[in-house]
């Protein structure tokens, strides 16, 4: 397994797009949530709303990228035919598999650190600028605070398991358009459609199904209440989602000629 | 050197060289993979099966009817009505001295507020029947003096706010169907505002005083309202029959009504010539917050998203692929004009995209209405030509974002990234504007200059001036006109497809 | 119309730091099977890939019947290729992949059918091209490159992956392309693959020609005049022919080169001597010798014309 890692380590660090696309995550996760947040004014006449939540919204732009990396890092390998040269290398498929999940929680994991971090930081500097002060309900955003520490740590996990949801889908589709195409569809595809569905029941449990929905009620610091559903059961959701695509895309690694 | 050898002459004799014979063999390198047409079908079959999921899973049976205007489009007739009946020409002249409205700030507590499009006036109206046809003169608190009639037509009189120091004199004058309005500031001097042709209005009217009060837009939201206005020197000429004034609120219990806010109700009170009404709704066409439940041919075509990354993977697919395998050497050596080969590649996928996106469409929308309406749902009316624009718009939409993933493709070469890029550029905005912090300014914003935009082909509500509403592109308002949005997009697609042509003449294949 | 077949002179291209071609030229003329041979990475598909128009040169013209590849109306009724066997989609089958190539040209269906027949996929026709081996692929690419029935065909590396038969029934294949009056350019890395087909040899090393001579013209002058004995009485041949003025080199048990006299004094002078012998024949050497002498004067004197090789 040290080996495999190791391997799998080597193959991530020794390419450029990884971390070319890495480096975009964090770019485009700070980018999005700095311009939501320069372009919020609070009235004095009041202001409500979740500025944490606000100041990490570019985590919905920000996963499309981490799921860039985790799709090349198995698709990469069907689409050069290196995929048959690693299990010539390391015949024990769901060892090979796990380094590559292993590697890329690792790299995702620092990456989205940096871009959560990234955020946090660019929404305490510009807020107050924009009328969030204390005086008005909103003190700065800090990690000192629990559910902003909660969200902050959560969105970073949430990153980490939308790579490893993708790595999953990678591993089952194989062709990478199709399966970014599919990762996709899925994240953004079920708060959008679940918006017209007339039934209030079945909307909301759309929303407690969908990865990206669920997921993100761990960013909610405020209204808890009208979140689809808890903040932890939510990214509880998407690791299930996460959990469940590794372990078919592992199996079928495992089963199918390479 | 004598050659001593006759060179081959190739007997294959080929056709004309032509622009059409690459569009044949992009076609066919198209058609025969499987996977490309299927996903084609697939983004069609999307658009359809959305569209039921919509029709199937909203259930309002029973809920009461929305009032339909004398245009056919839906109403908001909910207001205070201080009547009696007038059998023949006549005329009535009030003054207003004083409106003022309230709104609620927390649970129960009312507070004074500025509800600008608060009305107090005159109203001729056929019944009491919410949607019926009319004719009003009124001050506003914050447009002035307006004469309206049967919903959608508004003409602006004398401006300024309603006080005790500077009230509004309003007259309507009623002969036959015609309605005539005029203003004054001192009850002497009279200018007409407007005159109105209120067809179906039947001899016998109902005349009176009427006090409405729409909701306040607060950010993003509404909130409900109540008004009242001080009325005086009131005075009758013509066909009255003498009767008691009746007060009524209209349309209580309209679906497009949102009621009074805390504990209020409508009232009025009378003492000689001086009446007091307070009353909340309003008298206007109706928009998507005063009609929540409804749905709009844009909902019913939520699938376009789903269609939307079945038709990028697909066009980001028709050229990576070929960078991939190599197979760009040999397209290349067959037809080395790179440009026309892209231009080709582009027209073959754009228009499969097209047929199949209208196909989608043609079929979704009368599906999805027809389950809509089935379970009870009202549908904003919309003419057959706007529905052929919103059903050829979609199309057109998937076609240029196919394109649009086309000329990603062949820049980045690389159909994960380019797949990710288009589908972000496009889907991404949309989840912004939904996002309930997004000011309306950002959101307009996004909807004019990002591919998002194109959306507005499938916009079919209208915008009122005279009513307030947060006209929001997430409510389906876009601040592009629908074939403008869609230029929006066409813009990007044909910008990467010329960068995407100019980077395949200079770079090696 | 100018020059029939392929006239590349003096490429010059540029990869960051590598100088892939460095002064390339040569011509492939009409009814010769010209091997275009030297050792990978000498730039012989770089080469291939300029006269396609595929890659840009930084120097020099590559032209096709006098008009660079661009130029041309229908490009394949004037040049079939074929670079690379796996550039194909792999769920397409191979009369689709053949047909497209078709339309691009506005050539008829039936055509697609003659070449498919013409190299023996007819049966496999149908299957998806994912399926096929590397022999197969090769077939389909030779069937694509004869789609427009050109005057020149340029082929990379088409022995690659073929087995024994596939091989002898390329070479034939590639002789009677040639018989045609077709100009065939083959490239190989592999001096045996073209020996018994080529006319003409340009042998590439280090993005340049260092050789472009007749076939029979490049062995002569590799065999140098020398002559094969066998004998099982080497010693005293070797003593007869000494006397004679000859240079000898024992090349194995009863093997010796003899060099400076010609095989018909050789003869005579054993007999006269009764030396015995079963054997004198011309030293004839392969492709590989005069291959591997050129390239490694490439490599030893970088300044070596190829006027001065070929000589």
């Known amino acids: 397994m040290r080996s495999a890692l190791h391997a799998e380590w080597t193959k991530i660090r020794t390419v450029a797009s990884p971390l070319w696309l890495l480096l975009g995550m964090i770019a485009a996760t700070v980018a999005l949530s700095a311009g939501a947040t320069s372009v919020v004014t609070c009235v004095p006449a009041g202001c409500g709303g979740d500025m944490t939540k606000l100041s990490l919204i570019g985590v919905t732009l920000g996963q499309a990228l981490a799921a860039i990396v985790a799709v090349l890092v198995i698709s990469g390998e069907y689409s050069s035919g290196m995929i048959r040269t690693t299990l010539t290398a390391m015949p024990h498929r769901t060892t090979v598999f796990a380094a590559k999940a292993i590697t890329l929680t690792g790299v995702v994991a620092v990456a989205g650190t940096t871009a959560v971090l990234g955020s946090l930081l660019a929404g305490r500097l510009i807020l107050p600028g924009h009328g969030f002060t204390a005086a008005r309900g909103h003190p700065a955003l800090s990690l000192t605070d629990g559910p902003t520490l909660r969200a902050t740590a959560g969105s970073i996990l949430y990153l980490t398991l939308i790579a490893l949801l993708s790595l999953g889908i990678a591993a089952i589709v194989r062709s990478s358009a199709t399966s970014i195409g599919i990762i996709l569809g899925l994240l953004y595809l079920l708060p959008i459609v679940s918006q017209v569905i007339g039934d209030p029941h079945w909307q909301r449990r759309l929303e407690q199904i969908g990865p990206m929905s669920a997921g993100l009620a761990i960013q909610a610091t405020t209204d808890l209440h009208s979140l689809p559903l808890s903040p932890w059961a939510g990214l509880g959701v998407t690791a299930g989602w996460a959990a469940a695509a590794l372990v078919a895309g592992g199996l079928l690694l495992r089963m199918r000629d390479a | ?509 | 119309m100018s020059a029939p077949g392929i006239v590349v002179a003096g490429l010059r291209k540029r990869y960051g730091a590598t100088l892939a071609l460095d002064g390339m030229s040569l011509t492939v003329r009409p009814a010769v099977v010209t091997g275009f041979v030297g050792p990978n990475g000498a730039g012989k598909s770089t080469t291939m890939r300029v006269i396609l128009g595929l890659d840009a040169v930084d120097e020099g013209t590559a032209l096709i019947d006098g008009k660079p590849y661009h130029r041309l109306r229908h490009p394949l009724n004037h040049v079939g290729s074929l670079l690379d066997a796996a550039a194909l989609h792999p769920s397409r089958s191979a009369r689709n992949h053949l047909l497209w190539l078709a339309h691009s040209q506005g050539l008829a269906a039936r055509r697609v059918d003659q070449v498919i027949e013409q190299v023996g996929l007819t049966s496999a026709a149908r299957r998806k091209a994912g399926g096929y081996s590397l022999g197969m692929r090769q077939r389909l690419g030779i069937a694509a490159a004869l789609l427009g029935d050109p005057p020149i065909i340029m082929l990379d590396e088409p022995f690659n992956g073929m087995d024994p038969d596939g091989i002898i029934w390329m070479r034939g294949f590639l002789r009677s392309l040639a018989a045609q009056g077709r100009a065939v350019l083959v490239s190989s890395h592999l001096m045996s693959e073209v020996q018994d087909t080529a006319d003409h040899l340009v042998v590439v090393g280090r993005g340049k020609a260092i050789a472009d001579a007749g076939v029979a013209d490049l062995i002569a002058a590799a065999s140098g005049g020398r002559v094969a004995l066998r004998t099982t009485a080497g010693t005293q041949a070797m003593a007869v022919l000494t006397r004679a003025g000859a240079t000898m080199a024992a090349t194995g048990r009863d093997t010796i080169t003899v060099s400076g006299l010609p095989a018909d004094r050789i003869v005579t002078l054993l007999n006269e001597s009764a030396v015995p012998f079963s054997e004198v024949s011309a030293h004839r050497a392969t492709l590989e010798d005069v291959y591997l002498e050129l390239t490694r004067e490439a490599v030893e004197f970088r300044a070596a014309t190829p006027a001065e090789v070929s000589r």
């Open chain 2, 1 to 509: 050197m004598t050659p001593t050898v006759t060179p081959h002459r190739p007997r294959q004799r080929v056709g004309r060289d032509g622009f059409l014979q690459l569009l044949h063999a992009e076609w066919t390198k198209f058609r025969t993979v499987p996977g490309w047409v299927t996903g084609t079908v697939v983004a069609a079959l999307l658009v359809v099966l959305v569209a039921l999921l919509t029709g199937v899973s909203s259930n309002q049976k029973g809920s009461p009817p929305v009032p339909i205007g004398p245009g056919g489009e839906p109403v908001t007739d909910s207001f205070y009505f201080v009547h009696q009946p007038l059998a023949e020409d006549g005329s009535i002249t009030v003054a207003v001295s004083a409106l003022e409205s309230s709104i609620p700030k927390g649970l129960e507590d009312l507070r004074p507020g500025i509800v600008p499009w608060a009305k107090a006036g005159l109203i001729v109206k056929q019944s009491t029947r919410p949607g019926s046809p009319y004719a009003a003169i009124m001050a506003t608190s914050g447009h002035g003096v307006r004469m309206q009639d049967n919903y959608v037509n508004d003409t602006a009189g004398p401006p300024g706010p309603v006080s005790a120091e500077s009230p509004r004199w309003l007259r309507l004058d009623r002969s036959g169907d015609t309605i005539t309005g005029y203003a004054s500031t001192d009850g002497t001097n009279w200018a007409k505002v407007g005159a109105a042709e209120v067809s179906g209005l039947g001899s016998t009217v109902q005349v009176g005083l009427f006090v409405a009060s729409p909701q306040a837009v607060e950010g993003r939201g509404t909130t409900s309202s109540v008004s009242t206005a001080a009325f005086g020197d009131l005075r009758l000429q013509g066909g009255w029959t003498d009767g008691e004034w009746t007060g009524e609120q209209i349309g209580a219990h309209s679906p497009t009504f949102a009621g009074f806010p805390g504990n209020r109700s409508g009232s009025f009170t009378q003492s000689g010539g001086r009446f007091t009404v307070t009353g909340a709704g309003d008298i206007a066409p109706a928009a998507r917050y005063s009609l929540p439940a409804a749905g709009t041919l844009k909902d019913i075509l939520t699938g376009t998203f789903a269609a939307l990354i079945a038709v990028i993977v697909v066009g980001a697919l028709f050229i990576t692929t070929e960078y991939r395998r190599n197979l760009i050497h040999v397209t290349l050596a067959a037809s080395p004009r790179r440009g026309r080969v892209l231009l080709a590649k582009a027209i073959v996928l754009g228009a499969v995209t097209f047929v199949a996106g209208l196909a989608g469409a043609v079929l979704a929308v009368p599906l999805g209405e027809r389950l809509s309406r089935a379970n009870g749902v009202y549908l904003f009316p919309v003419t057959y030509s706007t529905e052929l624009r919103v059903a050829l718009g979609t199309a057109a939409l998937l076609a240029t974002a196919s394109i649009l993933a086309l000329s990603v493709g062949a820049i980045i070469r690389n159909s994960a990234s380019a797949v990710t890029t288009v589908i972000v550029a496009i889907v991404l905005p949309y989840l912004l504007i939904a996002n309930p912090f997004m000011p309306v300014s950002v959101a307009n914003w996004l909807t004019r200059v990002t591919p998002a935009a194109a959306f507005a082909v499938q916009q079919t509500l209208v915008q009122y001036p005279q009513v307030a509403n947060p006209y929001t592109p997430y409510n389906g308002y876009y601040p592009l006109a629908p074939w403008a949005g869609l230029a929006v997009l066409a813009g990007y697609a044909v910008v990467s497809l010329a960068v995407a042509a100019f980077l395949m003449h200079r770079r090696d294949a």
